[in-house]
C-alpha cells in the first residue's frame, strides 16, 4: 500500500504507530516507532510483533492478537515491550483493525505510548496530534475521499478510527 496522505499525518508523529498484517507481521512503522525500540525502519518491516516484546510477555502479546480478531480492536492493554539493546519498557497498546471494501481483515493500526513517557507536556502533545490529525482526516474526507482508489479509503478509514479511539483515550485515568 503506498503512502497515501492519511498515513503521511503519521510519519514523524509523537506517537510510536505500526500496521501489521492479519498473521502479527509488521508492514509499516513510523519513525518514532523505529526511534524508540531502536531499529532502523528497514530492520522491523517484515518482522513478526514478537520480536519487540521479551519471551516473558508473549502471552500478554498473544491474549493482545486474540482480543483484536474476536472485536476488531484492543483498548488499554499493557504489555511490555523490548529494544534492540535488551532492555524494557512498560507499553501501552491501542489498535484498530484496518480493511477492504469488503469488510475483509487487512490488519491493524497499532499505537504504543511508552508509560514512563506519560508526561502531562507529553499528553498534552498527543492530544493537539490527535486534534490536528482528526482536522487533517476531515479536509482529505472533504478534498479528496471519493477520488481515492480502493486500497486509498480502507487506508483512510482505517486511521479514521484509529484516531478517534486515540482521541478517547482518557490519559488521567492512565497515569493512576
Same mark, same amino acid.
Request: aromatic share 10%; hydrophobic share 35%; net charge neutral.
Given at each position: 500500500?503506498s503512502q497515501t496522505?492519511?498515513?503521511?499525518?503519521?510519519k +514523524?508523529?509523537?506517537v510510536?504507530w505500526?500496521r501489521? *498484517?492479519s498473521i502479527?507481521?509488521?508492514?509499516d512503522?513510523?519513525s518514532?516507532?523505529?526511534?524508540?525500540l531502536?531499529y532502523a525502519?528497514?530492520?522491523?518491516?517484515?518482522?513478526?510483533?514478537f520480536?519487540?516484546?521479551?519471551?516473558?510477555s508473549?502471552?500478554d502479546?498473544n491474549?493482545?492478537l486474540?482480543t483484536w480478531?474476536?472485536?476488531g480492536k484492543v483498548?488499554?492493554?499493557?504489555i511490555?515491550?523490548?529494544k534492540?539493546?535488551?532492555q524494557t519498557?512498560?507499553? !501501552?497498546? &491501542?489498535?484498530t483493525?484496518?480493511y477492504d471494501?469488503k469488510r475483509?481483515? !487487512?490488519?491493524? *493500526?497499532?499505537?504504543i505510548?511508552?508509560?514512563?513517557?506519560m508526561t +502531562?507536556e507529553?499528553?498534552k502533545?498527543?492530544?493537539?496530534?490527535?486534534r490536528?490529525?482528526?482536522k487533517?482526516?476531515? &479536509?482529505?474526507?472533504?478534498?479528496?475521499y471519493? *477520488?481515492l482508489d480502493?486500497g486509498?479509503?480502507?487506508?483512510?478509514d482505517g486511521?479514521?478510527e484509529?484516531?478517534?479511539m !486515540?482521541?478517547?483515550?482518557?490519559?488521567e485515568?492512565?497515569? *493512576?
Amino acid at each position: 500500500m503506498s503512502q497515501t496522505r492519511a498515513r503521511k499525518t503519521l510519519k +514523524d508523529a509523537p506517537v510510536m504507530w505500526r500496521r501489521i *498484517n492479519s498473521i502479527g507481521i509488521i508492514l509499516d512503522c513510523n519513525s518514532t516507532y523505529a526511534a524508540n525500540l531502536g531499529y532502523a525502519k528497514s530492520e522491523i518491516i517484515g518482522k513478526p510483533i514478537f520480536e519487540h516484546v521479551p519471551k516473558e510477555s508473549w502471552k500478554d502479546m498473544n491474549d493482545s492478537l486474540k482480543t483484536w480478531f474476536e472485536t476488531g480492536k484492543v483498548t488499554d492493554r499493557k504489555i511490555t515491550f523490548k529494544k534492540q539493546d535488551g532492555q524494557t519498557f512498560a507499553g !501501552l497498546l &491501542q489498535a484498530t483493525s484496518l480493511y477492504d471494501e469488503k469488510r475483509n481483515l !487487512l490488519g491493524s *493500526n497499532t499505537v504504543i505510548f511508552d508509560l514512563a513517557q506519560m508526561t +502531562d507536556e507529553k499528553v498534552k502533545k498527543y492530544k493537539e496530534f490527535f486534534r490536528e490529525s482528526n482536522k487533517e482526516l476531515e &479536509q482529505i474526507k472533504r478534498d479528496d475521499y471519493d *477520488n481515492l482508489d480502493e486500497g486509498s479509503r480502507s487506508e483512510y478509514d482505517g486511521l479514521k478510527e484509529m484516531f478517534e479511539m !486515540l482521541s478517547a483515550i482518557n490519559f488521567e485515568q492512565l497515569s *493512576n
